[in-house]
């Protein structure tokens, strides 16, 4: 809720309302009858009889007013002509040189000028004018002298007319500087609004807190960040916040704040929630200076943000890094190896035989590290594939059959039958990325030939409800139910003896399947250990089904 100063009008409208409206009108008149019957020998029986038909209708109008008849109250203009009458009557009439009674009419120039201005005052004052006129006429005592009549108006007049200017214009000014002070305060608040729409427009965490800790501003996303919902308003941020350090040490903000001289800024420290979860963050601790010269803190602005996914994303590159380098390392260092030792051999005889074995086996190691460099590449095409792939129509008829160009001759070389066949629910052709659908088929199908000793594979097409289906079915050593589970994982090979008889760098089906999240492919795999496998890979028409980004 907002204060702001009353307004003129609005404490005038307050003083002037109906209750306190007939308090004046009675209060006056019953004031005005007591000094009646005080003073009764004063006045003649003529003023007295006057004096009280005055207070009688000036009672009678404060119940007009009360009762709001005729609507009074909304039409100023009626009410205050009445009163001008009523009082100017009174005074030109009955009332004794320099009434008391004439400061009412301070009061009535005061309302006058409120609803009317200027305009209002001159015209109260023209009328009290003629009043002291008339009043002087009847008072002026037999054979003044002209001079002292014109004095005594004047006097009376001018006073008038000072006081209620006076009091008008001092009203104005006044109430001009509330306005002023009003348009500030709104200034202000519109500024404050601003910036709390600002900081709620953040998405990192915002905290404002004093030099103790507790808590003065925050923002949406410091609630959202420490998962509440209650106000953390006057808490301290401590209370509010469990940070703790990589030692796991509990770490008070403030204090390690005020140890900084400057701004403190950390991705080392976890928040802890109550349930004992924790998110590394990203924290950012700078005292709030009054001025350059003013080196008192007046407290602190904390932000924060959740980098749980970058540390994590940075903590698996650093593992992919060191697995890679690793994987790299034995064949560079049996390539190595071999090459040295056939240099050896040259150097010391020429036994063709021990060189043409080095050569082989290095050779062997120069095709994995090939190999292994293609995979690494593919996948970090994958990686990026999501800027840039491209979606076009894809015939699957075409891809089956430049597969079967492409691996019959290696499936035969190997002993194998290679047979492809395509379905009657085919469709002519969907939407998807070409290069992706044969990437993925080639890896399941170069698996399929390398895991098979003998037998057959086969790749057949056929359509799916939202798409085509393609399956690579072989009857080679097939997977155990366990090894079924990790096949997909980076750098997995099984520890069967049978695949370690051939090379491979356990990237094939990652790759693979990150190649499938691209197309918004889904695999199934079914297999059963010496029996043989099945690869099914449902790839959808993403012409009627669009991946969405997550
Ligand atoms: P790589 O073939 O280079 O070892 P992949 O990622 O392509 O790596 O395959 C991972 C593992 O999955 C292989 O090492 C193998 O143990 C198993 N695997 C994949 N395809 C087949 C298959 N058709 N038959 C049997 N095992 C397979």
Not at 208 to 231: P, W
Not at 487 to 506: P, W
Request: no cysteine.
């Amino acid at each position: 809720m907002r204060h702001n100063p009353l307004l003129l009008s609005d404490r005038v409208k307050k003083v002037l309302n109906r209750d306190s409206t007939i308090v004046y009108h009675f209060g006056l008149t019953a004031i005005l009858f007591f000094e009646m019957l005080l003073d009764h020998d004063y006045y003649s029986k003529r003023d007295l009889l006057g004096i009280f038909l005055s207070g009688i209708i000036f009672s009678l109008l404060g119940l007009v007013r009360y009762f709001n008849l005729w609507s009074v109250n909304d039409k100023p203009l009626l009410y205050l002509s009445a009163y001008h009458i009523v009082f100017g009557l009174g005074f030109a009439l009955f009332a004794p040189a320099y009434s008391p009674y004439l400061i009412v009419w301070l009061v009535l120039i005061f309302v006058t000028n409120f609803y009317y201005g200027y305009r209002g005052t001159t015209l109260s004052l023209s009328v009290l004018f003629i009043v002291f006129l008339n009043q002087s006429f009847r008072l002026l005592p037999a054979g003044s002298s002209i001079k002292e009549f014109m004095l005594y108006i004047l006097v009376q007049f001018f006073l008038f007319s000072i006081v209620s200017f006076f009091l008008s214009e001092t009203e104005k000014v006044s109430d001009q500087d509330r306005k002023l002070f009003v348009t500030s305060i709104d200034k202000a608040q519109l500024e404050r609004q601003r910036l709390i729409s600002l900081i709620n427009s953040m998405g990192d965490g915002v905290i404002s807190t004093d030099d103790k800790g507790v808590i003065k501003l925050y923002n949406a996303a410091a609630l959202n960040i420490l998962d509440t919902n209650t106000t953390l308003q006057e808490k301290n941020i401590n209370d509010v916040m469990t940070i703790i350090d990589q030692s796991a040490k509990v770490v008070n903000l403030i204090t390690e704040a005020a140890k900084e001289n400057s701004v403190l800024t950390s991705t080392d420290h976890l928040l802890v929630y109550p349930d004992g979860e924790k998110i590394n963050l990203y924290l950012n601790i700078s005292p709030i200076k009054l001025s350059f010269r003013q080196n008192t803190e007046r407290g602190y602005i904390v932000s924060f943000r959740d980098i749980t996914r970058e540390k994590s994303l940075e903590e698996e590159r650093n593992e992919f890094i060191s697995v890679v380098s690793h994987e790299l390392r034995t064949p560079i260092a049996i390539t190595e190896a071999n090459i040295s030792n056939a240099q050896f051999i040259v150097e010391k005889g020429n036994d063709l035989g021990a060189v043409k074995t080095a050569l082989e086996a290095s050779h062997k190691q120069a095709l994995f590290l090939a190999n292994m460099i293609n995979d690494l590449s593919t996948l970090s095409r994958a990686e990026r594939g999501k800027l840039d792939m491209k979606t076009e129509q894809i015939d699957p008829r075409e891809i089956i059959s430049s597969l079967n160009d492409d691996y019959k001759k290696d499936a035969e070389t190997k002993g194998l039958t290679f047979s492809t066949a395509i379905e009657d629910g085919t469709p002519e052709t969907i939407s998807s990325n070409r290069l992706y659908v044969r990437e993925i088929l080639q890896n399941f199908i170069t698996n399929s030939i390398k895991y098979t000793k003998e037998g057959s594979v086969t790749v057949t097409v056929n359509g799916d409800e939202n798409g085509i289906v393609f399956i690579v079915k072989d009857t080679g050593i097939g997977i155990s139910k366990s090894d079924q589970k990790r096949v997909f994982d980076k750098f997995f090979r099984s520890e069967d003896f049978r695949t370690r008889e051939s090379s491979g760098t356990g990237l094939g089906l990652y790759v693979t399947k990150k190649l499938m999240k691209l197309i918004g492919a889904e695999i199934e795999l079914k297999s059963k250990l010496n029996e043989g496998s099945s690869f099914i890979v449902h790839i959808p028409d993403l012409r009627e089904n669009p991946i969405v980004e997550q």
